[in-house]
């Protein structure tokens, strides 16, 4: 299971990034997929999730309406679009996939929203 994250960077109040994860190693199209994201000194939090197949998603409160999660099945890729960005949305974000009880996860990468 590979899962590569990018797109992260160095923004300002109210600008837009999309990030992508490269997925391989797995069945991709099967499984649910979900965006994480750790600010300094916090813990990793899940806040978006995307089922395998359709467009069932769910959000965290603080991102609803600003963040989207998609997935395209027939390129193993997963996005987050990130719209309004605030400066409380500074962490590094991560994209997971959870099979047979594990969790796997990329090296995460880093979004820093800073005026």
């Known amino acids: 299971v590979q899962l590569v994250e990018s797109g992260g960077g160095l923004v300002q109040p109210g600008d837009s990034l999309t990030l992508s994860c490269n997925a391989s190693?797995?069945?991709?199209?099967?499984?649910?997929m979900r965006w994480y994201r750790q600010a300094d000194g916090g813990i990793r939090r899940q806040i978006a999730t995307i089922a395998n197949v359709g467009t069932t998603t769910d959000y965290i409160q603080s991102i609803k309406g600003r963040f989207t999660i998609a997935r395209d099945n027939t390129k193993n890729i997963l996005t987050l679009q990130m719209n309004d960005l605030k400066l409380e949305d500074t962490a590094v974000y991560y994209c997971?996939?959870?099979?047979?009880?594990?969790?796997?996860w990329g090296p995460g990468t880093q979004v820093t929203v800073s005026s």
């Open positions: 190693g797995f069945a991709f199209s099967k499984y649910v």
């Open positions: 997971n996939v959870r099979l047979y009880g594990s969790d796997y």
